[in-house]
């Protein structure tokens, strides 16, 4: 198991459900705390969350390395399974 400095306050241990978040917000601080925030409640509720947030897009990659990425983030990043990586002239 892999260790990192993200802990879930109701366990005492590192959060298990995803290995990385990005999010793209309006401000350092908007994204960061967005992107701690996700990469808590896991990759499903951690996305969810990013979309109900206006003006924030993100991605997180699941333990499995799984990527989940909102509707957005197609638009500003060339993740693997993006429009962007599938239509590079866009």
């Known amino acids: ?9 109701t366990t005492g ?9 990005t999010v793209v917000a309006a401000s350092a601080f908007d994204a960061g ?10 990759p499903r509720d951690g996305i969810d969350f990013i979309e109900r947030t206006p003006g924030a897009e993100g991605c ?7 990527i989940v990425a909102t509707d957005g983030m197609s638009r ?15």
């Open 60 to 66: 997180v990659i699941a333990a499995d390395g799984a």
């Open 13 to 21: 241990r590192p959060a298990a459900e995803v290995m990385s978040t």
């Open 1 to 9: 198991m892999r260790y990192h400095h993200i802990l879930d306050a």
């Open 76 to 90: 500003i990043s060339d993740l693997p399974g993006s429009l962007y990586a599938a239509y590079p002239g866009l």
């Open 33 to 42: 705390r967005l992107a701690s925030a996700a990469f808590l409640l896991g």
